[in-house]
C-alpha cells in the first residue's frame, strides 16, 4: 500500500490559538545594495558618499554552519529594532520566533517561523509580509566579481544573526517574504497495490 503527498509547505497557515505559523525563505547569498553610510560611516575606505556600495554574500559566508546555527531560536520583530534584540529588551520588539530547522535551499536559507501577536499578524494578512535579518558581520573590503560575473565592493563573513524582522520591502528581494505567489504545486496521489485512487491538485494559497 503505497502513499504518495506532496504538499506545498510554504504556505502560511493559522494554528488553532491565532498564530501564524509559516516555513519562508529568510535570506539569500548574491548581491545586495547598500547605500555608503551604511558600510562606511566614517569614510574610511572612501565608499560614505557613494550612492550604491555593492556587497557581496558567498555561499561560504552564508552558509557557514556556525552562521546558520545563529539564526535558530531568534526573534522576529515588525520592522528593525534600533538596539539588538536581547533578554533585556525581548518583551520590548519580539512578535514571534524562529524555530531550529535552518536549512539551505538553494540560494536562499529556509526556517520556520511562528507569529504570536494579533497586531504583527494583521499587518502580515494586510500585506507587509517581506523578510529582512538583523545580523552582524565582518566587511572585507576590495573591488571584486562574483562567481557569476557582478561587480561588488565588499564582501560580508562572519555573519551572526540577531532577529528576524518583517518589513514593507526586503534588501534581499521579493522572494524573502511570508506566503509565495509563485509557489508551484504538485499532484497529490494515493495509490493502493499499485492502483491510483486519488488524484489532486493542492492549490497554493
Not at 100 to 127: K, L, N, Q, Y
Request: proline share 4%.
Amino acid at each position: 500500500m503505497d502513499f504518495i503527498d506532496t504538499l506545498t509547505i510554504d504556505a502560511p497557515r493559522k494554528t488553532g490559538n491565532g498564530y501564524l505559523a509559516a516555513s519562508v525563505l529568510a535570506a539569500r547569498v548574491g548581491i545586495q545594495d547598500y547605500a555608503g553610510y551604511e558600510i562606511d560611516p566614517d569614510n574610511q575606505h572612501g565608499l560614505r558618499d557613494k550612492r550604491t556600495v555593492r556587497v557581496w554574500r558567498p555561499e561560504t559566508s552564508v552558509f557557514d554552519k556556525a552562521s546558520l546555527a545563529s539564526l535558530a531560536h531568534k526573534p522576529i520583530t515588525v520592522n528593525h529594532p534600533p538596539v539588538a534584540v536581547t533578554a533585556d529588551n525581548w518583551k520590548d520588539y519580539a512578535v514571534g520566533a524562529v524555530g531550529d530547522e535552518i536549512a539551505r535551499d538553494g540560494d536562499f536559507i529556509r526556517v520556520p517561523i511562528a507569529i504570536m501577536d494579533g497586531e504583527a499578524i494583521r499587518a502580515i494578512d494586510g500585506g507587509k509580509n517581506q523578510l529582512s535579518c538583523g545580523y552582524s558581520c565582518d566587511l572585507v573590503f576590495g573591488d571584486g566579481t562574483s562567481p557569476d560575473g557582478h561587480q561588488y565592493d565588499a564582501i560580508q563573513t562572519n555573519l551572526k544573526y540577531n532577529h528576524l524582522s518583517v518589513v514593507d520591502l526586503a534588501r534581499g528581494g521579493k522572494k524573502l517574504k511570508i506566503g509565495d505567489a509563485d509557489m508551484t504545486t504538485k499532484p497529490v496521489t494515493i495509490t493502493i497495490d499499485g492502483v491510483l485512487v486519488c488524484g489532486a491538485r493542492r492549490l497554493a494559497a
